[in-house]
């Protein structure tokens, strides 16, 4: 993409708010005459992934005029399989940003939307400022890592990584290259999670003792691939192999791919990690443990039909205690949604509502000293500002990480049967188990690995 000579709407941005000036600047001041800033003052976004989320990612950055989506990679070029059974793919992605940006000129027509089959050769383009990660879990943590030595900033959907150790070399990555990072944990942009996460830290139910956390069950068939688990000739346009990574060499199977991947430990954790990176990310917000963790679980049980390929549990339970004694329970028999539970009462909340067990604790004003959580009104907008602004998002690589990491820990315990792992939340590494502890992490398929 040609640059101008002259500040691009960035690096003007990053200098205003260095000299401490109000970050409000004129269309004049841009080099423009309208309310539209050019496309070479944009910040240029690369997608990889164009599935579910990708494109509905790539949809929220199409929505926000200061950036400009200019490539789009995915190992499939056009299929069904995705949500129910809908069509996906870097053609109908590149379709999307060219439909929008054709919409918004006068001569009806665009042309500027490059696509990837590899995603390396995205990641190399010196003129792209953001990267969007939209994969299947066994794909989010060698793309991130190599984005941010590339010293691209980084929108990773949840839930973050596939292991823990995964995790752990994302966030150090990140750390490390000075990126600016935010997880797709949109719940940390609901005003109701944040009102009921404010009124627990302001200690508006007394102690904590319980937190509640709702998770679906099952295995649903999003895709309407599920009766497609026998083994079939790769598609053409689809470029199998490297679909499948670093994960386990398997045959092709429509019911392994695209939507439905989220059913199998190769790729996924099933609904518990599927879910991970909302409630119970939104429960340790409540609780201010987004840096650390609990140090056991308890009473682990899942079920775990017996189906051609499909293994993830269906049903789910366990507990993770804190050192305080605060027990969250997980399971897809509590009601959607977090529930912390006090001395003095409990809140709850979920998608577009909170409650509480007294109308005073709804109504409670946080005073000005007391504690404010991060405000947040649009996900894909505050990952923009925090660009521009080089400051922390609503949804940081560590705090996805801790968040996470609970959910792995309660699908280890499952898998294993085991009704306790002690966890120590600094060494990151399960206490007394060997067994246990090889399941932090995963070998990697012939020559990829996360450096």
């Not at 299929?79 to 940006?101: H, Q």
């Not at 600016?180 to 949109?186: E, I, K, L």
């Not at 045959?251 to 695209?258: D, E, G, K, M, V």
Request: with cysteine.
């Amino acid at each position: 993409m040609t640059r101008l000579s002259r500040p691009s709407r960035r690096q003007f941005l990053h200098q205003s708010a260095a000299f401490g000036a109000p970050l409000i600047v004129s269309a004049s001041a841009l080099g423009r005459d309208d309310k539209q800033p050019a496309p070479s003052k944009r910040i240029t976004v690369g997608a990889i992934g164009c599935g579910n989320m990708g494109l509905g990612d790539i949809r929220g950055f199409l929505n926000d005029a200061r950036a400009q989506v200019v490539a789009v990679c995915d190992v499939n070029k056009e299929s069904a399989g995705y949500w129910a059974g809908g069509v996906a793919g870097r053609e109908p992605a590149k379709r999307l940003v060219e439909d929008k940006y054709a919409a918004d000129k006068k001569a009806g027509t665009y042309k500027g939307c490059d696509t990837y089959v590899d995603f390396r050769e995205l990641l190399a383009r010196k003129d792209i400022d953001v990267v969007v990660v939209s994969t299947p879990d066994h794909w989010h943590a060698i793309p991130v890592v190599t984005a941010a030595k590339a010293g691209k900033d980084i929108y990773c959907q949840k839930p973050l990584s596939l292991t823990i150790a995964e995790g752990r070399a994302m966030s150090d990555a990140v750390k490390k290259n000075k990126r600016v990072f935010q997880t797709g944990s949109q719940q940390r942009s609901d005003s109701n999670f944040r009102r009921a996460c404010e009124l627990v830290r302001n200690g508006r139910i007394g102690k904590v003792k319980t937190v509640r956390v709702g998770l679906p069950g099952g295995r649903p068939d999003y895709g309407k691939t599920g009766d497609r688990k026998k083994t079939e000739p790769v598609p053409k346009g689809f470029e199998y192999d490297l679909w499948l990574g670093p994960a386990p060499e398997a045959a092709y199977a429509p019911a392994r791919c695209h939507v439905n991947f989220r059913w199998i430990y190769d790729y996924s954790g099933g609904q518990v990690t599927d879910w991970g990176g909302h409630h119970p990310d939104c429960a340790q917000w409540g609780l201010g443990t987004e840096h650390t963790g609990p140090t056991e679980i308890r009473n682990a049980k899942g079920t775990f039909p017996a189906d051609d390929l499909w293994n993830t549990a269906t049903e789910h339970y366990f507990e993770a205690v804190y050192p305080d004694g605060v027990t969250m329970i997980v399971s897809n028999k509590e009601k959607m949604g977090v529930r912390w539970e006090g001395t003095e009462g409990w809140v709850t909340a979920d998608r577009g509502r909170h409650d509480a067990s007294d109308k005073k604790i709804l109504d409670s004003k946080i005073g000005p000293d007391e504690v404010h959580l991060y405000e947040s009104k649009n996900h894909y907008g505050n990952f923009l500002d925090c660009v521009l602004s080089r400051k922390e998002t609503a949804a940081p690589v560590e705090t996805a990480h801790r968040s996470i990491t609970i959910c792995h820990l309660g699908n280890i315990a499952m898998r294993l049967g085991r009704e306790k792992l002690k966890w120590d939340p600094v060494k990151e590494q399960i206490v007394g188990d060997e067994v246990a502890n090889k399941m932090l992490s995963r070998p990697y398929r012939g020559n990829w690995k996360l450096e």
